[in-house]
């Protein structure tokens, strides 16, 4: 994630900031500069480029901080116009989760966009759009409905209990998962939709895909009940960046998708504070940490892998140093390595594709 500065007084500002903190200028965050930009607090709109924008409807809600011209159809931003179905914010309890679901959301719309990939709503692009359903278990389960956060045809559903982080553990540890986030969710599942926009109707692109990751074809169904009842195969690691991208290659892709976006959003990260250092170390040169920016289209994926291990050994051994888990509790194999570059290899040419 960018670190971003006022554009009034250039102080340092964050993704969800509303107000800077050095000059007081209320701060609108603009998808399509890329850019935090301040106004006066007693201005009712934003003047940019000759164009007046105004803060998206959720900013009242304190769910959003972006803004869209003031006549714009729906005045929801290009994140929150992606939401079908929300929890009853009445209660308490479900309001707080929801905020906690946009932030995740935005973050994972901002990604998105800064690999230049197309974010579209269903609410114009019927066919080809994606939307989201946040659910409350009484929605879930409602007229004896079994409803699980996942994926189908371009609606990602992600259960409101994912934004509690309690029930989140309580199931982490009852899928013996090493990690699980509530942005991690969002990243897998929008690899979901990606696939399908990618690969679906493209057979070479499949073939190729299916040289690596194996074929999908298999019956999905089939291959989730020998998951749960076997298990990930003994040399899981080996292969697959988690035990669940074993069960089948639609979650094997998913999976590795997330991995990705996790990648980058930390590189961007560690870029944007200038993070660099040399381990006073002997024989460790591996362990070198610079700043490399993730979202250079012509960027090898050697060199954001290259540049993301020694920044999560550091990261991670900061965290135990604080008695906390890893940030990154993975090992990216030779295999999974290879994976992760097709998906780097693959956005690089459907970026070209859609130019």
């Given amino acids: 994630m960018k670190v971003f500065q006022c554009s009034n007084c250039n102080f340092p500002v964050f993704f969800e900031n509303t107000m800077c903190q050095n000059c007081g200028s209320a701060l609108g965050y603009l998808s399509s500069s890329n850019q935090i930009i301040s106004k006066y607090t007693n201005q009712s709109t934003w003047s940019i480029n000759g164009q007046h924008y105004g803060y998206c409807q959720n900013y009242a809600l304190q769910a959003c901080n972006w803004l869209v011209p003031v006549n ?3 005045g929801f931003c290009d994140s929150c ?8 914010l009445s209660v308490p309890e479900y309001f707080e989760r929801w905020q906690k679901m946009e932030g995740a959301k935005h973050r994972l719309i901002y990604s998105l966009e800064r690999l230049g ?6 609410f114009e692009h019927e066919v080809s ?5 946040f659910l409350s278990e009484e929605d879930a389960r409602a007229e004896g409905k079994q409803v699980m956060t996942g994926h189908a045809n371009g609606v990602i559903t992600i259960l409101l209990a994912e934004a509690d982080a309690v029930s989140r553990e309580q199931i982490r540890k009852s899928l013996n998962e090493k990690y699980r986030t509530l942005i991690g969710h969002f990243r897998h599942e929008v690899g979901h939709y990606y696939w399908e926009l990618i690969f679906k109707n493209n057979d070479n692109l499949l073939a190729d895909f299916r040289a690596i990751f194996g074929d999908e074809r298999q019956d999905y169904s089939e291959a989730l009940k020998r998951h749960y009842a076997n298990g990930a195969p003994a040399n899981w690691k080996s292969y697959f960046i988690s035990q669940y991208a074993s069960c089948h290659p639609w979650e094997d892709w ?23 250092g040399k381990p006073k170390l002997n024989n460790s040169p591996h362990m070198d940490i610079y700043p490399v920016f993730p979202y250079d289209n012509e960027m090898s994926f050697k060199r954001i892998i290259d540049a993301v291990s020694p920044l999560f050994y550091a990261v991670n051994s900061i965290n135990r140093s604080m008695g906390l888990s890893d940030v990154y509790p993975f090992v990216i194999s030779d295999a999974v390595e290879k ?3 097709f998906i780097h290899f693959t956005l ?4 070209k594709n859609l130019a």
């Fill in 129 to 133: 759009g994606l939307l989201f359903d």
């Fill in 339 to 341: 994976k992760l570059e």
């Fill in 254 to 276: 998913a999976e590795t998708w997330a991995h990705y976006l996790h990648i980058l959003d930390a590189l961007e990260t560690a870029y944007y504070f200038g993070l660099e």
């Fill in 348 to 351: 690089q040419n459907y970026r």
């Fill in 72 to 74: 714009h159809t729906s």
């Fill in 81 to 88: 116009n992606l939401n079908r179905t929300i929890p009853n």
């Fill in 117 to 122: 990939l197309p974010v579209q709503s269903k």
